[in-house]
Structure formats: structure tokens, C-alpha cells
């Protein structure tokens, strides 16, 4: 018998928290789905997403809020390990404790993947140094996930 390989929730979240970056998946206008990726916070099993506040994912989740999110990891198909979540997605509006909480986890995890501003080219400042607003993700119960290092765990 084949072992399972779904992650536990824990397992799950644990591998969605240690990723670096994440597949947000929005629906267009016409509801074709359109996935970028995205670097992201995780914070009481709430995925957050910061970005300028005029960017087409904001206002296409302002359009329809629900969305899926993928974090995977691993080169070999033995050693993928990926986790897929579907949820509803809201804009933060005016929760500054809840912005500080999300601007703070993501100074911590991406401080030392940032480019400096002052290296970049003025349009691409002038680009970045905008309003922002915030994506809060929530996701459905169920949880798709899997790791297939464990198909290859000894049995017993």
C-alpha cells in the first residue's frame, strides 16, 4: 500500500510559513484566472500580500475576492513538496495595528532579498513609492497538499 502523501494542517502551514515565495491566483474581468508570483506574510493562518494599492490584482480581488495560493518547493518529483490553498481575499482598509503586524513579518523575512531604493533607477522608485494596501487571505477549510518524499519512507 502507498503511503499518503498529504501534510497535516500543521504540516501544511509549516510549509506555506518557511516558503519564500508564493502563486497568487485572481480572477479577471472575464473570470480567466490570472497567477503571479508574490511574496507574502503569514500571520494566524491568514495569508498577506502587500503591493501598491492601484495594482490590477487589488482591484481585480476588489472585483471578485476569491482566489487560490500555491507554495511549492523541490526538483526531483521525489522531493516535491507543495501546498494549495482557495479562500476569499479581502483589501485591509483602515487597520493600522493589523498593516504595522504585516509590514513588521515582512521586514523580517525578505530585509535581506530588498533592493536598496537609492540603486534603483527613478522610474522604478518613483514606481515602488506609492500607496500601498494590503490583501488578507482566508482560506477554505480544506487544505491540498502534498509531499512525495513520503511515497519513498520505509514501511512500519
Known amino acids: 500500500m502507498v503511503p499518503s502523501v498529504r501534510l497535516t494542517t500543521d504540516e501544511a502551514w509549516a510549509v506555506i ?6 502563486v497568487l491566483t485572481t480572477l479577471g474581468r472575464d473570470g480567466s484566472a490570472i497567477a503571479l508570483p508574490i511574496w ?7 495569508v498577506y500580500v502587500s503591493g501598491p494599492a492601484r495594482s490590477k490584482r487589488i482591484s481585480r480581488v476588489r472585483r471578485d475576492p476569491r482566489v487560490s495560493f500555491l507554495v511549492e518547493h523541490g526538483e526531483r518529483w521525489a522531493e516535491l513538496v507543495a501546498v494549495h490553498l482557495t479562500g476569499a481575499a479581502r483589501v485591509v482598509g483602515d487597520e493600522p495595528d493589523l498593516a504595522a503586524r504585516v509590514a513588521s513579518a515582512s521586514a523580517a ?3 535581506a532579498f530588498r533592493t536598496d531604493r537609492r540603486e534603483m533607477p527613478a522610474a522604478t522608485r518613483e514606481h515602488v513609492t506609492v500607496e500601498g494596501a494590503i490583501l488578507e487571505i482566508t ?10 518524499s513520503r511515497i519513498f519512507e520505509p514501511e512500519g
Open 17 to 22: 510559513e518557511s516558503s519564500h515565495t508564493g
Open 109 to 111: 523575512k525578505y530585509a
Open 40 to 46: 507574502f506574510v503569514v500571520l494566524d493562518r491568514k
Open 139 to 148: 482560506p477554505h477549510d480544506r487544505i491540498l497538499s502534498w509531499d512525495n
